[in-house]
């Protein structure tokens, strides 16, 4: 039997901060003369990892009612605001004077609930990455509340049902790239709905899964890059999606959760797993900064790809420093004044982005 309390999977924070660093690149498309075309795929990664990390640090916890539905959700709620309130309030900061002031405010509370103004007919999320941390933080609620009736077959029948909804809105789109609109909603519901479970389910099964090879740890680095930078025509995109979310991203998951990296790799797999999250959270806030207050678009856009890798060589210690100096400073004192300080919770995952 694997000794899963011990295994830190640090291939996989890794492949975390790879896949952000991804979803940064298609954001700032302009900048580059290329960008991977299934970028939208990380998303589906990102869920996946969520489900199989939850799984890892809290199915025993819930199983034996050690650990509350309340005081799960407080700990989520701890790991995902702190990072995520910075981004809206620098968002908010970034465009006064630039939005109707009344338009500002009605977004911005909206925003504190992860959710776009409700009162406009097109969605409006205030912070880009909010549509996906509102599907994030919703399945991880659900996960806590029905735990215990999580069997394998409640699992498959969730994942079935996310399957075929990622069917329908892939083919009404053209891609898996649904959830941020209105119309698209009950797709990026369908994509946590499938993905998530799955990682459940993997970690679940991981001893008939996973084989524990110590040297897989950079080629998954290298097949999850060229999964989301195959190329497809438009007609084959949502085939090669679906592809992807069911068997690909899975598989890559699997290959990666056995690895043993060597001790001289694990300090850039832990940086890429520690600025994962805040480079995901805060990209759209920085890219807006550079584009609408500073002016920079047409410069920076006639440097590319250059332009492109310097903004995300600025993001990359800008997210590091405060992962050291903001992010766990806040969430270990809110997580002592909440009374939540055990040895769990004090090692909360990074299943965000």
């Not at 069917?167 to 959830?179: C, E, H, K, P």
């Amino acid at each position: 039997m694997r000794d899963s309390s011990r295994h830190q999977y640090i291939a996989l924070d890794g492949l975390r901060g790879l896949a952000a660093i991804i979803v940064v690149s298609y954001h700032a498309r302009t900048w580059f003369t290329y960008y991977l075309p299934g970028s939208h795929l990380a998303v589906d990664f990102f869920f996946l990892l969520s489900g199989f990390v939850l799984a890892h640090a809290y199915d025993p916890k819930l199983s034996s009612g050690q650990l509350s539905f309340w005081r799960f959700a407080l700990l989520r709620l701890i790991r995902l605001y702190p990072l995520y309130l910075l981004a809206l309030v620098i968002t908010i900061g970034s465009r006064w004077g630039y939005m109707a002031t009344e338009d500002l405010r009605g977004r911005s509370f909206f925003a504190l609930f992860l959710v776009p103004n409700l009162s406009h007919e097109a969605p409006r999320w205030l912070v880009v990455a909010s549509w996906s941390l509102f599907f994030e933080l919703l399945v991880n609620l659900l996960f806590a509340a029905f735990h215990k009736r999580l069997t394998t077959r409640v699992l498959i029948g969730a994942s079935a049902v996310g399957f075929v909804l990622c069917v329908i809105y892939g083919q009404r789109y053209g891609s898996l790239n649904v959830g941020y609109t209105w119309k698209g909603i009950p797709g990026g519901l369908g994509r946590v709905l499938f993905s998530f479970p799955l990682g459940v389910l993997i970690y679940r099964h991981r001893d008939a899964l996973v084989r524990n090879w110590s040297w897989t740890a950079w080629p998954s680095f290298v097949l999850l890059t060229v999964v989301l930078a195959w190329p497809t025509n438009e007609a084959l995109r949502p085939y090669f999606d679906l592809l992807a979310i069911l068997l690909l991203l899975p598989a890559i998951l699997i290959f990666a959760a056995g690895s043993r990296p060597s001790p001289s790799s694990i300090p850039l797999l832990t940086a890429l797993g520690a600025l994962s999250y805040g480079i995901y959270v805060l990209h759209g806030v920085f890219l807006r900064i550079v584009n609408t207050n500073f002016g920079l678009r047409d410069p920076v856009t006639a440097m590319q790809p250059w332009s492109g890798l310097l903004i995300i060589a600025a993001m990359v210690p800008i997210c590091l420093f405060l992962d050291r100096h903001y992010d766990q400073p806040i969430r270990r004192w809110l997580l002592s004044v909440t009374g939540s300080r055990s040895s769990s919770a004090a090692r909360q995952p990074q299943t965000a982005p």
